[in-house]
């Protein structure tokens, strides 16, 4: 081969190269602003923020709160030293589909990828893609989770992920599968709104039809036209997914951060797709009343103790009637979803911890009362509430407070767990026993 043939080719293959690398510049930018939205619709911010207010986005160090304890969110900015900057793109991959990080070890299911295991690999990609490339790498460490044993013990996951770690969802078809994928796979909301087994993994069988998540009642959004959203419009369905309130509730807790940190920010078309999802949904029914909680107006008996308390620390804002005030910024209270629900948690909860929520264009406050009235106070407020706007049926004993006040019931396993420890040792004492008499038997 002469010189001019070896110069013509270096060139081709310099020229080959350049347009491999302007193709894949022009493509990049739209695969990371993908990913960017995918993650806003997967909520990542809402766990793997900072401890602070005005950290940087994905910084993580924020304490999830759990039944196992607080999980400190690890961060996932590509920082090389305390990030997913060393992560490649399998890493990555097993790391939201399967919940392994890049050392092996297993994440704890506050990550969500029971439910992201059902991501497509152009959204995988895309994700990817986004955060080794759109987000700022912020060399920070976080603290590491410390929970009791057996907790602390982590591969003690991987039999819960062989035992529930199952892509049990269904396809839709035609227009109703992007609202599914929201709902069930980027959105998760089955991590709150399923009720759970004692092992506290999801049930299948009760699809979307209401949990607890540390004391707050997520409600059931199956189509149910009194235990859930069937007697939602299209419309009010969106304004709530987007705003955080309508006619009929308002967002407070988790559902609060879901709006602030992710709902608020999705296409009209995505939000659409989630109300027709929902109102497609099995009915399923929880409670025992006749009619939606948004339909009762209270009716029961009136009390001075909880009158006084609701005129010091409600009246100025929902008024002495409780008409609520500035076109529902200030939300009514009769016809309200909270007040008359079959479950007074929400409730007690708003009236502990406030309400701290970020709309499509307004933000939302509401103070919290933990510090200020006690156990007694907040029974007595709640049920002057329910029975003058909500549900009369429904009482709140101080015992409930306290309990949620605490964070909530503690689920069956926790509470199984001394005895289910103690047991095995003793079965392992036995065994041992058994052994050494054996042992002894046979040499004799």
């Known amino acids: 081969m002469g010189r001019r043939q070896v110069v013509l080719g270096l060139c081709a293959f310099a020229l080959g190269i350049f347009a491999v690398s302007a193709f894949a510049g022009a493509e990049d930018p739209q695969i990371i602003a993908r990913g960017k939205y995918l993650?806003?619709?997967?909520?990542?911010?809402?766990?793997?923020?900072?401890?602070?207010?005005?950290?940087?986005?994905?910084?993580?160090?924020?304490?999830?709160?759990?039944?196992?304890?607080?999980?400190?969110?690890?961060?996932?900015?590509?920082?090389?030293?305390?990030?997913?900057?060393?992560?490649?793109?399998?890493?990555?991959?097993?790391?939201?589909?399967?919940?392994?990080?890049?050392?092996?070890?297993?994440?704890?299911?506050?990550?969500?990828?029971?439910?992201?295991?059902?991501?497509?690999?152009?959204?995988?990609?895309?994700?990817?893609?986004?955060?080794?490339?759109?987000?700022?790498?912020?060399?920070?460490?976080?603290?590491?989770?410390?929970?009791?044993?057996?907790?602390?013990?982590?591969?003690?996951?991987?039999?819960?992920?062989?035992?529930?770690?199952?892509?049990?969802?269904?396809?839709?078809?035609?227009?109703?599968?992007?609202?599914?994928?929201?709902?069930d796979v980027l959105g998760h909301c089955s991590a709150c709104h399923s009720p759970r087994n004692w092992m506290m993994a999801e049930r299948g069988d009760r699809y979307l039809a209401g949990g607890e998540v540390g004391g707050w009642i997520a409600p059931n959004i199956t189509s149910d036209p009194v235990s859930g959203i069937g007697g939602w419009s299209q419309t009010e369905l969106v304004q709530y997914l987007r705003t955080g309130r309508n006619d009929k509730a308002q967002a407070a807790g988790g559902m609060a951060e879901?709006?602030?940190?992710?709902?608020?920010?999705?296409?009209?078309?995505?939000?659409?797709?989630?109300?027709?999802?929902?109102?497609?949904?099995?009915?399923?029914?929880?409670?025992?009343?006749?009619?939606?909680?948004?339909?009762?107006?209270?009716?029961?008996?009136?009390?001075?103790?909880g009158a006084a308390l609701y005129a010091i620390s409600c009246a100025s804002c929902h008024r002495l009637d409780a008409k609520g005030a500035y076109d529902g910024h200030f939300p009514a209270l009769r016809h309200n979803s909270t007040v008359g629900s079959e479950q007074a948690n929400n409730l007690v909860m708003v009236i502990l911890h406030g309400v701290k929520r970020q709309g499509e264009n307004i933000q939302t406050w509401m103070p919290g009362f933990a510090d200020s009235l006690d156990d007694r106070q907040v029974a007595e407020l709640g049920n002057y509430v329910l029975q003058q706007f909500g549900n009369p049926a429904v009482r709140v004993t101080p015992a409930q407070v306290a309990q949620l006040r605490a964070g909530g019931e503690i689920p069956l396993l926790i509470r199984l767990l001394p005895y289910l420890l103690w047991g095995g040792l003793l079965l392992v004492l036995l065994a041992l026993g058994w052994l050494i008499q054996a042992r002894r038997r046979r040499t004799r």
């Open 39 to 183: 993650a806003v619709a997967a909520d990542c911010a809402a766990c793997h923020r900072g401890s602070a207010e005005h950290d940087a986005p994905y910084v993580g160090g924020y304490a999830i709160a759990s039944p196992m304890g607080k999980i400190i969110a690890s961060n996932i900015t590509p920082a090389k030293e305390t990030g997913i900057g060393n992560y490649n793109e399998q890493d990555f991959r097993r790391a939201l589909t399967q919940g392994i990080r890049r050392d092996g070890q297993p994440l704890y299911p506050a990550m969500p990828y029971s439910a992201y295991q059902g991501l497509s690999d152009a959204d995988l990609h895309a994700l990817y893609r986004y955060f080794m490339v759109g987000v700022t790498p912020v060399e920070r460490a976080v603290p590491a989770t410390q929970l009791d044993f057996p907790f602390s013990w982590r591969y003690a996951i991987l039999g819960w992920n062989w035992l529930f770690l199952k892509n049990t969802s269904t396809h839709a078809v035609g227009a109703n599968e992007r609202g599914r994928y929201l709902v």
């Open 258 to 305: 879901a709006v602030e940190h992710s709902l608020r920010f999705l296409s009209d078309d995505d939000l659409i797709a989630i109300a027709d999802w929902l109102k497609q949904t099995p009915p399923i029914t929880r409670v025992r009343a006749t009619k939606a909680a948004y339909q009762y107006q209270g009716g029961g008996v009136d009390s001075a103790s």
